[in-house]
């Protein structure tokens, strides 16, 4: 059974950056696309960004393109999500996901349902 584990999160000032990690534990092969979705208080979960099978498969949410950048490391079966210039708008819980159905040079794709595996979720709060 995969499963996913955040980390890096916490209370930054508006304007810095932050680095969030996912780890996926239980699988071996990286036959899979991750996303990076969030939800702050009152809203829906909404997609953030993800990654594919290789570099060059990233996609971003409209509000994200130019503030963050998501990579993995098969080696260590890790991707992150780098976000800068980070404003209170972006206070949210993050959460990291597999797509297990994405197929090779394919982006990733930005519907929640089409991600099986989830992890726990971690805050990130931006203050003014």
């Known amino acids: 059974q995969m499963q996913l584990v955040e980390s890096g999160g916490g209370l930054v000032q508006a304007g810095d950056s932050l680095r969030l990690s996912c780890a996926v534990v239980?699988?071996?092969?990286?036959?899979?696309?991750m996303g990076w979705f969030r939800q702050a208080p009152g809203k829906e979960r909404e997609f953030v960004g993800g990654?594919?099978?290789?570099?060059?498969?990233?996609k971003y949410a409209d509000d994200m393109k130019g503030r963050c950048t998501i990579s993995r490391d098969d080696t260590n079966n890790t991707a992150t999500l780098q976000m800068n210039s980070l404003k209170p708008d972006d206070t949210a819980d993050y959460c990291c996901?597999?797509?297990?159905?994405?197929?090779?040079?394919?982006?990733?794709?930005?519907?929640?349902?089409?991600?099986?595996?989830w992890g726990q979720g971690i805050q990130v709060t931006v203050s003014s």
């Open positions: 996901a597999v797509d297990p159905m994405n197929r090779p040079d394919t982006v990733a794709v930005e519907a929640a349902g089409s991600y099986v595996y």
């Open positions: 239980g699988h071996r092969n990286s036959d899979y696309a």
């Open positions: 990654i594919g099978w290789s570099a060059g498969t990233q």
